[in-house]
C-alpha cells in the first residue's frame, strides 16, 4: 500500500484546511500523526474502519474529523479552527487491519507511511 498525502499549506489562526490522503489500495485502520522538528511524531486522529470508530488527540477533538471516500481510496482530516500550535509536518499512516482499540495512537501500528505535507498556521 502507497499512500500519498497533500492538502497542507499556509493559513491564519481560525482557518481552516482539508488534508487527503490518498491510498493505492483499501485499509482498514488510519491515522494521522503530526511532528515539529526535535519532537516525537504525535497523534492527532485515527478511525477504526472496521469498528466504524474515530478517535481524536485532546488538542484537536471538536476541531478536526477524520473521514474517508471509499470511491476513491482517500482518507481526509478536516481541520477547522486552526491555531498556530497546530503548525507541523502532518503524515497519514495506514494498517490493513482495523487496529484494537488500546493500540490507535501508538504509530508502530501503523505499517504504511505517507511523505507528510507541512501545515503552519499564524498568528
Known amino acids: 500500500v502507497q499512500l500519498q498525502a497533500s492538502g497542507g499549506g499556509l493559513v491564519q489562526a481560525g482557518d481552516s484546511l482539508r488534508l487527503s490522503c490518498a491510498s493505492s489500495g483499501r485499509t482498514y485502520g488510519t491515522a494521522w500523526f503530526r511532528q515539529i522538528p526535535g519532537k516525537e511524531r504525535e497523534f492527532v486522529a485515527a478511525?477504526?474502519?472496521?469498528?466504524?470508530?474515530?478517535h481524536y488527540a485532546d488538542s484537536v477533538k471538536g476541531r478536526f474529523t477524520i473521514s474517508r471516500d471509499n470511491a476513491k481510496n482517500a482518507v481526509y482530516l478536516q481541520m477547522n479552527s486552526l491555531k498556530p500550535e497546530d503548525s507541523a509536518v502532518y503524515y497519514c499512516?495506514?494498517?490493513?487491519?482495523?487496529?484494537?482499540?488500546?493500540?490507535?495512537?501508538?504509530?508502530?501500528?501503523?505499517?504504511?507511511w505517507g511523505q507528510g505535507t507541512q501545515v503552519t498556521v499564524s498568528s
Open positions: 499512516a495506514a494498517s490493513l487491519t482495523s487496529p484494537i482499540l488500546s493500540a490507535v495512537r501508538d504509530p508502530q501500528t501503523y505499517a504504511y
Open positions: 478511525a477504526r474502519w472496521g469498528h466504524r470508530s474515530t
